[in-house]
Protein backbone atom coordinates (compact mmCIF):
# COMPACT_ATOMS: atom_id res chain seq x y z
CA UNK A 1 0.00 0.00 0.00
CA UNK A 2 1.46 3.75 -0.76
CA UNK A 3 2.00 6.10 1.47
CA UNK A 4 -0.13 8.23 0.31
CA UNK A 5 -3.32 5.89 0.82
CA UNK A 6 -2.15 4.44 4.51
CA UNK A 7 -2.51 8.19 5.33
CA UNK A 8 -6.07 8.17 3.30
CA UNK A 9 -6.87 5.16 5.32
CA UNK A 10 -5.46 6.49 9.10
CA UNK A 11 -7.95 9.40 8.31
CA UNK A 12 -10.43 7.73 7.67
CA UNK A 13 -10.18 5.72 10.70
CA UNK A 14 -9.50 8.31 12.99
CA UNK A 15 -12.80 9.79 12.27
CA UNK A 16 -15.09 6.81 12.68
CA UNK A 17 -13.38 6.75 16.22
CA UNK A 18 -14.03 10.24 17.20
CA UNK A 19 -17.60 9.79 15.94
CA UNK A 20 -18.71 6.78 17.91
CA UNK A 21 -16.85 8.32 20.63
CA UNK A 22 -19.90 10.10 21.54
CA UNK A 23 -21.47 6.53 22.05
CA UNK A 24 -19.66 6.06 24.89
CA UNK A 25 -20.43 8.95 27.38
CA UNK A 26 -24.43 8.58 28.24
CA UNK A 27 -26.73 11.14 27.88
CA UNK A 28 -26.85 13.05 31.57
CA UNK A 29 -30.47 12.12 31.88
CA UNK A 30 -29.46 8.58 31.29
CA UNK A 31 -28.14 8.20 34.56
CA UNK A 32 -30.07 11.32 36.55
CA UNK A 33 -32.82 11.10 39.17
CA UNK A 34 -34.73 13.95 40.83
CA UNK A 35 -35.49 13.04 44.78
CA UNK A 36 -38.27 15.97 45.88
CA UNK A 37 -38.22 15.70 50.04
CA UNK A 38 -41.78 16.65 51.07
CA UNK A 39 -42.08 17.92 54.61
CA UNK A 40 -45.53 15.97 55.68
CA UNK A 41 -47.81 16.98 58.33
CA UNK A 42 -46.25 17.68 61.90
CA UNK A 43 -48.95 15.74 64.04
CA UNK A 44 -49.11 12.88 61.28
CA UNK A 45 -45.21 12.71 60.80
CA UNK A 46 -45.99 11.39 57.05
CA UNK A 47 -43.07 13.01 55.26
CA UNK A 48 -42.09 11.33 52.28
CA UNK A 49 -39.78 11.01 49.32
CA UNK A 50 -40.66 11.32 45.54
CA UNK A 51 -38.32 9.94 42.93
CA UNK A 52 -38.78 11.38 39.24
CA UNK A 53 -36.68 9.89 36.03
CA UNK A 54 -35.91 13.49 34.09
CA UNK A 55 -35.56 11.18 31.29
CA UNK A 56 -38.94 9.16 30.59
CA UNK A 57 -41.21 10.87 33.56
CA UNK A 58 -41.88 7.89 35.31
CA UNK A 59 -42.90 9.07 39.05
CA UNK A 60 -42.31 7.02 42.36
CA UNK A 61 -44.80 8.88 44.68
CA UNK A 62 -42.98 7.08 48.43
CA UNK A 63 -39.65 6.07 47.15
CA UNK A 64 -37.96 5.23 50.62
CA UNK A 65 -41.17 3.44 51.67
CA UNK A 66 -41.17 1.39 48.52
CA UNK A 67 -37.72 0.58 48.96
CA UNK A 68 -37.35 -0.16 52.31
CA UNK A 69 -40.66 -1.27 53.19
CA UNK A 70 -41.24 1.37 55.96
CA UNK A 71 -42.13 4.33 56.07
CA UNK A 72 -40.13 7.82 56.60
CA UNK A 73 -42.00 8.09 59.86
CA UNK A 74 -41.12 11.91 60.89
CA UNK A 75 -41.17 15.71 59.69
CA UNK A 76 -38.30 16.18 57.14
CA UNK A 77 -36.56 19.46 57.46
CA UNK A 78 -33.97 18.80 54.95
CA UNK A 79 -31.67 16.87 53.08
CA UNK A 80 -27.56 16.40 52.00
CA UNK A 81 -26.20 14.15 49.38
CA UNK A 82 -22.36 13.27 49.29
CA UNK A 83 -19.93 10.24 48.32
CA UNK A 84 -23.40 8.48 47.32
CA UNK A 85 -24.88 8.40 50.36
CA UNK A 86 -28.26 10.97 51.26
CA UNK A 87 -28.81 11.71 54.58
CA UNK A 88 -32.60 12.75 54.98
CA UNK A 89 -33.12 15.22 58.29
CA UNK A 90 -36.36 14.59 60.14
CA UNK A 91 -37.51 16.71 62.61
CA UNK A 92 -40.18 15.90 65.27
CA UNK A 93 -38.94 12.26 65.25
CA UNK A 94 -35.19 13.22 66.18
CA UNK A 95 -33.46 11.25 63.55
CA UNK A 96 -31.37 11.23 59.83
CA UNK A 97 -32.21 8.56 57.50
CA UNK A 98 -28.92 7.81 55.57
CA UNK A 99 -30.04 6.28 52.03
CA UNK A 100 -28.33 5.02 49.06
CA UNK A 101 -28.96 8.49 46.74
CA UNK A 102 -29.38 6.26 44.03
CA UNK A 103 -32.06 3.83 44.82
CA UNK A 104 -32.99 4.75 48.30
CA UNK A 105 -31.90 1.53 49.88
CA UNK A 106 -31.60 2.33 53.47
CA UNK A 107 -27.94 2.24 54.89
CA UNK A 108 -28.69 3.47 58.46
CA UNK A 109 -30.80 5.52 60.71
CA UNK A 110 -28.79 7.78 62.69
CA UNK A 111 -30.51 8.87 66.12
CA UNK A 112 -30.41 12.44 67.81
CA UNK A 113 -30.73 13.87 71.38
CA UNK A 114 -32.24 17.20 69.90
CA UNK A 115 -34.43 18.20 66.95
CA UNK A 116 -32.39 18.55 63.95
CA UNK A 117 -32.71 21.12 60.97
CA UNK A 118 -29.47 20.48 58.41
CA UNK A 119 -26.71 18.32 57.97
CA UNK A 120 -23.17 19.19 56.65
CA UNK A 121 -21.13 16.07 56.13
CA UNK A 122 -17.26 17.35 56.50
CA UNK A 123 -14.31 15.71 54.69
CA UNK A 124 -13.08 14.54 58.57
CA UNK A 125 -15.02 11.74 58.83
CA UNK A 126 -17.84 13.76 60.94
CA UNK A 127 -20.55 15.28 60.24
CA UNK A 128 -22.53 18.42 61.60
CA UNK A 129 -26.07 18.98 62.18
CA UNK A 130 -27.69 21.88 63.36
CA UNK A 131 -30.45 21.67 66.24
CA UNK A 132 -33.43 23.58 67.94
CA UNK A 133 -32.98 23.33 72.11
CA UNK A 134 -36.51 24.67 72.97
CA UNK A 135 -35.57 24.47 76.78
CA UNK A 136 -32.10 26.56 76.41
CA UNK A 137 -31.44 29.96 76.10
CA UNK A 138 -28.96 28.63 72.51
CA UNK A 139 -29.13 26.29 70.56
CA UNK A 140 -26.26 23.89 69.05
CA UNK A 141 -24.63 21.84 66.72
CA UNK A 142 -23.87 17.99 67.13
CA UNK A 143 -21.03 16.16 66.31
CA UNK A 144 -21.88 12.77 64.52
CA UNK A 145 -19.52 10.16 64.02
CA UNK A 146 -19.82 8.93 60.98
CA UNK A 147 -17.42 5.62 60.96
CA UNK A 148 -20.19 4.70 63.83
CA UNK A 149 -22.85 6.46 62.63
CA UNK A 150 -23.68 7.81 65.95
CA UNK A 151 -23.57 10.87 68.29
CA UNK A 152 -20.70 12.19 70.26
CA UNK A 153 -20.69 13.81 73.65
CA UNK A 154 -19.44 17.19 71.56
CA UNK A 155 -21.87 20.21 70.96
CA UNK A 156 -20.93 23.83 69.42
CA UNK A 157 -23.06 26.48 70.96
CA UNK A 158 -23.94 28.65 68.36
CA UNK A 159 -26.90 31.17 68.00
CA UNK A 160 -30.49 31.07 68.34
CA UNK A 161 -32.60 28.71 66.08
CA UNK A 162 -29.74 27.41 63.58
CA UNK A 163 -31.52 26.37 59.82
CA UNK A 164 -28.95 25.94 57.78
CA UNK A 165 -24.47 24.46 58.02
CA UNK A 166 -22.66 24.76 54.62
CA UNK A 167 -18.85 23.90 54.67
CA UNK A 168 -16.27 25.99 52.34
CA UNK A 169 -12.83 25.47 52.84
CA UNK A 170 -11.75 25.40 56.07
CA UNK A 171 -14.36 27.11 57.34
CA UNK A 172 -17.82 25.71 58.60
CA UNK A 173 -21.13 28.24 58.56
CA UNK A 174 -24.43 28.27 60.14
CA UNK A 175 -27.00 30.65 59.24
CA UNK A 176 -29.08 31.44 63.19
CA UNK A 177 -32.40 32.89 61.98
CA UNK A 178 -33.57 33.86 65.54
CA UNK A 179 -30.24 36.45 66.21
CA UNK A 180 -29.59 37.15 62.70
CA UNK A 181 -26.32 36.02 62.65
CA UNK A 182 -23.83 33.42 61.31
CA UNK A 183 -21.19 31.27 63.24
CA UNK A 184 -18.15 30.47 61.80
CA UNK A 185 -17.08 26.93 62.89
CA UNK A 186 -13.28 26.05 62.45
CA UNK A 187 -13.67 21.82 62.04
CA UNK A 188 -10.21 21.54 63.74
CA UNK A 189 -10.50 22.59 67.11
CA UNK A 190 -14.96 21.73 67.03
CA UNK A 191 -15.20 25.50 68.19
CA UNK A 192 -16.77 29.06 66.77
CA UNK A 193 -13.84 30.77 65.65
CA UNK A 194 -16.57 33.94 64.45
CA UNK A 195 -20.00 35.09 64.59
CA UNK A 196 -21.18 37.46 62.63
CA UNK A 197 -23.62 39.96 63.77
CA UNK A 198 -26.96 41.74 62.06
CA UNK A 199 -26.21 39.84 58.67
CA UNK A 200 -29.44 40.35 57.86
CA UNK A 201 -32.83 39.32 59.11
CA UNK A 202 -33.68 35.98 59.42
CA UNK A 203 -30.73 34.32 57.83
CA UNK A 204 -31.78 30.65 56.40
CA UNK A 205 -30.68 28.96 53.46
CA UNK A 206 -27.23 29.15 51.61
CA UNK A 207 -26.28 28.16 48.60
CA UNK A 208 -22.21 27.61 47.23
CA UNK A 209 -21.59 28.59 43.91
CA UNK A 210 -18.62 27.65 41.37
CA UNK A 211 -16.63 30.39 42.80
CA UNK A 212 -17.19 29.24 47.09
CA UNK A 213 -19.48 32.87 47.16
CA UNK A 214 -22.06 31.90 49.75
CA UNK A 215 -25.87 32.97 49.17
CA UNK A 216 -27.39 33.16 51.86
CA UNK A 217 -31.45 33.49 51.31
CA UNK A 218 -32.77 36.06 54.18
CA UNK A 219 -36.30 35.63 55.24
CA UNK A 220 -37.34 38.76 56.47
CA UNK A 221 -39.82 39.24 59.15
CA UNK A 222 -43.44 38.40 58.83
CA UNK A 223 -46.04 40.76 60.42
CA UNK A 224 -48.56 39.20 62.28
CA UNK A 225 -50.37 42.22 63.55
CA UNK A 226 -51.72 45.64 61.86
CA UNK A 227 -49.60 47.81 64.21
CA UNK A 228 -46.10 46.78 62.52
CA UNK A 229 -45.18 45.89 58.21
CA UNK A 230 -43.17 43.29 56.73
CA UNK A 231 -40.11 43.15 56.59
CA UNK A 232 -38.92 42.58 53.45
CA UNK A 233 -36.15 39.70 52.71
CA UNK A 234 -32.61 40.15 50.84
CA UNK A 235 -29.40 37.92 49.89
CA UNK A 236 -26.25 38.72 51.71
CA UNK A 237 -23.31 37.35 49.84
CA UNK A 238 -20.29 36.10 50.99
CA UNK A 239 -16.75 35.01 50.03
CA UNK A 240 -16.81 31.44 51.57
CA UNK A 241 -12.75 31.01 51.66
CA UNK A 242 -12.29 34.25 53.90
CA UNK A 243 -15.84 35.27 55.41
CA UNK A 244 -15.94 38.62 53.65
CA UNK A 245 -19.08 39.96 52.87
CA UNK A 246 -19.38 40.72 49.54
CA UNK A 247 -22.60 42.33 48.39
CA UNK A 248 -26.34 42.64 50.26
CA UNK A 249 -29.10 42.20 47.34
CA UNK A 250 -31.55 44.75 49.18
CA UNK A 251 -35.16 45.31 47.79
CA UNK A 252 -38.81 46.13 48.81
CA UNK A 253 -39.60 43.45 45.93
CA UNK A 254 -37.87 40.54 48.08
CA UNK A 255 -40.98 39.21 49.86
CA UNK A 256 -41.02 38.22 53.56
CA UNK A 257 -41.66 34.56 54.27
CA UNK A 258 -41.85 32.27 57.07
CA UNK A 259 -40.50 29.43 58.65
CA UNK A 260 -37.61 26.94 57.59
CA UNK A 261 -38.31 27.79 53.12
CA UNK A 262 -35.54 26.61 50.66
CA UNK A 263 -35.12 30.19 48.29
CA UNK A 264 -32.66 29.92 46.04
CA UNK A 265 -31.11 28.17 43.25
CA UNK A 266 -27.87 29.12 41.76
CA UNK A 267 -27.19 28.41 37.87
CA UNK A 268 -23.42 29.26 38.34
CA UNK A 269 -22.63 28.38 34.16
CA UNK A 270 -25.24 31.22 32.96
CA UNK A 271 -24.21 33.24 36.40
CA UNK A 272 -28.64 33.50 37.38
CA UNK A 273 -29.65 32.70 40.46
CA UNK A 274 -33.19 31.42 40.55
CA UNK A 275 -35.34 33.02 44.27
CA UNK A 276 -39.00 32.23 45.17
CA UNK A 277 -39.66 34.87 45.98
CA UNK A 278 -43.97 35.13 45.69
CA UNK A 279 -43.20 34.06 42.57
CA UNK A 280 -39.99 33.24 40.73
CA UNK A 281 -37.51 36.02 40.42
CA UNK A 282 -34.00 36.09 38.90
CA UNK A 283 -30.39 37.87 39.97
CA UNK A 284 -27.48 38.59 37.85
CA UNK A 285 -25.27 36.89 39.63
CA UNK A 286 -22.24 39.12 38.26
CA UNK A 287 -23.71 42.20 39.17
CA UNK A 288 -26.22 41.21 42.06
CA UNK A 289 -29.07 42.81 40.57
CA UNK A 290 -32.97 41.44 41.08
CA UNK A 291 -34.59 41.37 37.94
CA UNK A 292 -37.31 44.37 37.71
CA UNK A 293 -40.53 41.73 36.47
CA UNK A 294 -41.04 38.28 38.00
CA UNK A 295 -39.58 35.35 35.55
CA UNK A 296 -43.06 33.12 37.10
CA UNK A 297 -45.88 35.00 38.54
CA UNK A 298 -47.33 31.94 40.80
CA UNK A 299 -46.64 30.76 44.43
CA UNK A 300 -44.48 27.92 45.14
CA UNK A 301 -43.31 25.84 48.33
CA UNK A 302 -40.00 24.28 46.78
CA UNK A 303 -37.34 25.43 44.08
CA UNK A 304 -35.00 22.98 42.23
CA UNK A 305 -32.79 23.98 39.36
CA UNK A 306 -31.34 20.79 37.15
CA UNK A 307 -28.56 22.23 34.99
CA UNK A 308 -28.19 19.26 32.50
CA UNK A 309 -31.95 19.65 31.73
CA UNK A 310 -31.83 23.35 32.23
CA UNK A 311 -35.20 22.84 33.55
CA UNK A 312 -36.44 24.81 36.98
CA UNK A 313 -38.70 22.40 39.30
CA UNK A 314 -41.30 24.17 41.64
CA UNK A 315 -42.91 22.30 44.30
CA UNK A 316 -46.60 23.64 44.75
CA UNK A 317 -48.02 22.80 48.25
CA UNK A 318 -51.78 21.81 48.88
CA UNK A 319 -51.76 22.47 52.36
CA UNK A 320 -50.77 20.11 55.30
CA UNK A 321 -53.50 16.92 54.34
CA UNK A 322 -53.31 16.87 50.84
CA UNK A 323 -50.79 15.91 48.35
CA UNK A 324 -49.09 18.63 46.40
CA UNK A 325 -47.29 18.45 43.00
CA UNK A 326 -44.16 20.08 40.99
CA UNK A 327 -44.33 21.85 37.61
CA UNK A 328 -41.14 22.11 35.45
CA UNK A 329 -40.39 24.89 33.87
CA UNK A 330 -37.54 26.13 30.95
CA UNK A 331 -35.66 29.42 31.90
CA UNK A 332 -37.88 31.50 29.49
CA UNK A 333 -40.67 30.55 32.08
CA UNK A 334 -42.49 28.73 29.80
CA UNK A 335 -44.44 25.26 31.94
CA UNK A 336 -43.23 22.22 30.46
CA UNK A 337 -44.26 19.29 32.71
CA UNK A 338 -45.60 18.27 35.41
CA UNK A 339 -45.81 15.43 38.16
CA UNK A 340 -47.93 14.13 42.03
CA UNK A 341 -45.50 15.07 44.78
CA UNK A 342 -46.10 14.50 48.32
CA UNK A 343 -47.38 16.49 51.27
CA UNK A 344 -45.89 19.99 51.10
CA UNK A 345 -43.07 19.77 48.72
CA UNK A 346 -39.44 21.11 50.75
CA UNK A 347 -36.87 20.60 48.82
CA UNK A 348 -35.52 19.29 45.67
CA UNK A 349 -31.94 16.74 44.93
CA UNK A 350 -30.91 15.90 41.99
CA UNK A 351 -28.70 12.89 41.25
CA UNK A 352 -26.50 11.66 38.43
CA UNK A 353 -23.72 9.23 37.28
CA UNK A 354 -25.91 6.66 38.28
Known amino acids: MSKR ?11 ITACSDNGNEPDPLETASVYLMNQGNFSDGNGSVTNYDPQDGS ?32 NAADKIEVANS ?32 FQASTDSVLVMDLNSMEQTDQRIAVGTSPRDIVEVGDRVYVTNSGSNSISVINPKTQT ?31 SYDSN ?47 LLNDGISTIDMNNFTLSDQKLIDRSFSAIGFFGPQQRLY ?3 SNGFSQPGKTVLYDTKGAAVDSFSAGIAPQEFKFITGR
Open 5 to 15: YFLFFLLISFV
Open 59 to 90: VSKQSFKNTNGRPMAGIIQSAHVKDGQMYIVL
Open 102 to 133: QNMQSTVTMETTLPPTAIEVLDNGLAYVTTLD
Open 192 to 222: VEQTMNDVCTTPSEMAVDSEDRIWVACNGQV
Open 228 to 274: TDDTPGSIYVLDGQTGQRINTIESPDIAATSGFVYRLELDSENATAY
Open 314 to 316: LGQ
